[in-house]
């Protein structure tokens, strides 16, 4: 059964910026911690006691002591260590203001109390004015220090960006690791306003009390130009020449930040939030959010807590929304499916609520909401799922026996009322009856009891199929595959999958289906666990004959080894690149982001997201409309953070051991190899192909890579494909010819 474990609630602190956007421009310069810029005249820039420093810096990794700009120490390990710079203190991640009169025991900073994200522009200014040093990051005031005095105007180092500089021009500690551009000096101390309206825009460099002005826009040459009148030039690296130190143009628009974020504060609740639902319950095309809370530490009997919706009204815009008609409570809100279940072309929703996690366990009613024309969700459960209290640990819905509507898989895993899993038939109109003649008997009676489920066409034969995941300590050492004989009857496949991760004390508690490795065959990602204290994601990639290889190795992992488990994996294209990527989170803690390599390979991208911990559960969908995967997480206080996917990012993909036909893929696809010519007032598609496709596959996917349908069979120059029962919204259509991804396209399903 679910375990649930008290969790204080953890004061979160975040850099709230001035509405801003760095000045746009073509090109910045990277520097890889040993490469420097400096200025040629070791005797200029020695400022005075009133002056300002800023810069844009973009970190890629951890830099501690790196010297961002400014004029360090000679020599560098002497006390007072710095002269004035912009840097980074000794985690690497936090902007500090240092400033010395070049006096033993004059070394003072004004360091900034928080971290910078990692892979996003930040803007850092300095001033020192009037006895007093201050830091600012995104125009806001983090630090202050006493100033101890006037900055040594006899230094004997240049002026140097990305480095410490020696009077020879040679780096010296320390090295910076990133992205600059906007490099700027004052003779007096800016305002905080004027900082806010500065960082937004590109200066001419006449401009009243600016020194020296580093754009640092070059695509080219030795030279990084000042664009002021005093000409205090840059020359990269520690030659004229090109050399290993030159810091390297880079466009600007190949980075990130990738996401932005839109904060959302659900109504105060003295109740934990819990679970996060994601349909479009009103019927305008995009996806609202519901938030199911959950009353902890649980009581018997059992304490409902009331739902909260937030209506998606475009451009990353929710509001709080009271669409739910009927009763709006839950007790323990643990999954829920999405689907036209009645039949009106309008999504409905279903929750399993497992009931309170209590000894002795028992069971909660699931809930079945329908939405009308009016953008409602009406509770209709009664008459049309059981009246039944069961503990319900997961649920998922497919049309099982090919009949045009939406079935219901409950999977029930043992409690007081002893209710096992069943399947819910559905009539056509939303009624379900209850059929366990299905499923196998070892299942139904919990000999074997299994906690997660998954409905996917593993065999590529048009049905969907059902993935289980055991319950930990259920002496089980494999998940289960159920096949589907066409009019959802289930049969075990026996050693379909490798043994799961760990032993059969472990347990998976969910799991994704997606095609990872762009075969055309659904893959699956298995969020395994030990007593809720130790997890692993464990990657199973299709043979394309009803079994499975495992591949966890490709995926980079260390995990806690205490209260550690992955609730939910959430997969999609992020980078909009064509592989299959997906976002996890300890339950409690930072979501991390794996992106797809190719070859079955994840890399660790973690960096690119900058959202606190606490997190109680997440959901990626297109939030807004635009083709790229959001990210939506909620953490247990009822915050709510939409991290927008803002651009398609590059991720360099891993080559070795690829077949031939994978490294022609890239080939492949340029050719355009399909147009497609939708037939207006039909659910009727026509595709035309530019080469004769043999056994081909035309599969439909959502942005989370679930497949929604799929024609098979398909040989010469022309297909129709028929839309059938598939939702509004915004869908992949996969070509695939002997396996082989032959092209790819967007398509948009309006009713």
């Known amino acids: 059964m679910k375990k649930k474990f008290i969790l204080g609630i953890i004061a979160s602190m975040a850099f709230i910026p001035t509405t801003w956007a760095q000045p746009n421009q073509n090109y910045c310069q990277h520097f890889n911690g040993s490469q420097i810029a400096t200025h040629y005249n070791t005797a200029a820039l020695d400022l005075s006691l009133t002056f300002t420093l800023e810069t844009y810096i973009y970190l890629e990794t951890a830099s501690p002591y790196g010297i961002v700009l400014g004029k360090t120490f000679n020599p560098r390990a002497n006390d007072p260590y710095q002269n004035y710079v912009i840097s980074l203190d000794a985690t690497g991640l936090k902007p500090e203001f240092i400033q010395t009169t070049g006096v033993a025991g004059s070394y003072t900073a004004a360091t900034s109390p928080l971290d910078i994200p990692l892979n996003t522009w930040t803007h850092v200014a300095a001033t020192t004015f009037n006895g007093q040093m201050k830091l600012y990051i995104n125009g806001n005031l983090v630090a202050t220090q006493n100033a101890p005095g006037i900055p040594s105007t006899n230094t004997g180092v240049p002026f140097a960006v990305g480095s410490g500089a020696t009077p020879t021009f040679q780096t010296t500690c320390c090295g910076f690791t990133g992205n600059l551009m906007q490099g700027k000096v004052w003779n007096y101390a800016l305002s905080a306003a004027e900082i806010q309206t500065n960082m937004n825009i590109q200066l001419n460099g006449s401009e009243t009390g600016l020194t020296a002005y580093w754009p640092m ?36 628009s190949t980075l990130g930040p990738f996401f932005s ?19 479009d319950y009103n019927n305008d095309n995009r996806q609202d959010l519901i938030a199911a809370r959950l009353v902890w530490p649980p009581t018997l009997p059992a304490s409902p807590a009331p739902m909260q919706c937030l209506k998606n009204n475009g451009g990353m815009s929710f509001t709080n929304d009271s669409p739910l008609i009927g009763y709006d409570s839950l007790v323990h809100p643990r999954d829920f499916t999405v689907a036209d279940f009645n039949g009106d072309n309008r999504n409905d929703l279903f929750i399993a609520d497992h009931g309170t996690d209590l000894s002795p366990f028992p069971g909660g009613q699931n809930k079945l909401f329908f939405q009308n024309s009016s953008g409602q969700l009406i509770e209709s459960s009664a008459g049309n799922i059981p009246t039944q209290l069961d503990f319900t640990h997961n649920t998922c819905s497919a049309d099982i026996d090919n009949d045009g509507d939406q079935d219901l898989y409950v999977c029930n895993i043992y ?28 299942i139904v009676n919990l000999t074997d009891v299994y906690m997660a489920s998954r409905f996917t066409d593993i065999d590529n034969d048009g049905d969907k199929d059902l993935i289980l995941g055991a319950i930990d300590n259920s002496g089980l050492v494999q998940d289960a595959v159920l096949i589907n004989n066409g009019a959802g009857t289930f049969t075990l496949a026996p050693n379909a999958l490798p043994n ?14 997606a095609d990872i490795n762009n075969d055309g065959y659904n893959d699956l990602i298995m969020s395994t ?46 980078n909009n690149d064509g592989w299959m990527d997906f976002v996890v989170a300890l339950f409690g803690a930072q979501p991390r982001l794996f992106l797809n390599r190719g070859n079955t ?11 606190t911990s606490n997190i109680a559960s997440y959901r990626a969908r297109d939030f807004d409309n635009d083709g790229l995967c959001d990210i939506a997480f909620l953490d247990f206080s009822g915050g709510l953070v939409i991290a927008k996917n803002r651009k398609p990012f590059a991720v360099e993909i891993d080559s070795s051991g690829l077949t031939t036909n994978m490294e022609q893929r890239g080939s492949m696809i340029s050719k355009n190899a ?18 004769p496709i043999e056994n081909g596959t035309l599969v439909v996917c959502n942005l989370l890579g679930e ?45």
């Open 601 to 611: 390979k994840f890399m660790d991208a973690s960096t690119l997201l900058t959202v």
């Open 674 to 691: 399909m147009t497609i010519y939708p037939v207006p007032s039909s659910n009727q598609t026509n595709i035309k192909f530019d080469h």
């Open 529 to 574: 666990l030990y007593q809720y204290q130790n997890c692993e994601l464990q990657l199973l990639v299709n043979n394309r004959n009803g079994t499975f290889s495992d591949s966890t190795q490709n995926i980079t992992q260390n995990w806690p080894t205490t209260n550690a488990w992955i609730k939910w994996v959430e997969t999609a294209d992020f």
């Open 415 to 442: 409690g007081n009322t002893q209710v096992g899993p069943r399947l819910l038939i559905n009539n056509g109109t939303g009624g379900f009856t209850v059929n366990t003649a299905k499923l196998p008997a070892n």
């Open 217 to 252: 826009d070059e695509s080219s040459g030795q030279i990084i130009f000042d664009h002021t009148s005093n000409g205090y030039h840059l020359t990269r690296g520690t030659t004229q020449t090109a050399d290993a130190q030159d810091p390297t143009p880079l466009q600007v």
């Open 707 to 751: 497949q929604v349908a799929t024609l098979g069979n398909i040989n010469g120059m022309n297909a129709t494909f028929y839309r059938n029962t598939i939702p509004s919204g915004l869908y992949i259509l996969n070509l695939y010819s002997q396996h082989d991804l032959v092209d790819r396209k967007k398509l948009i399903f309006i009713d």
């Open 500 to 513: 799961r991760y760990g032993n059969a004390n472990w347990g998976t508690v969910s799991i994704a289906a």
């Open 261 to 279: 974020y839109s904060n959302i504060t659900l109504p105060y609740s003295s109740c934990n939030s819990e679970e996060l639902f994601v349909l």
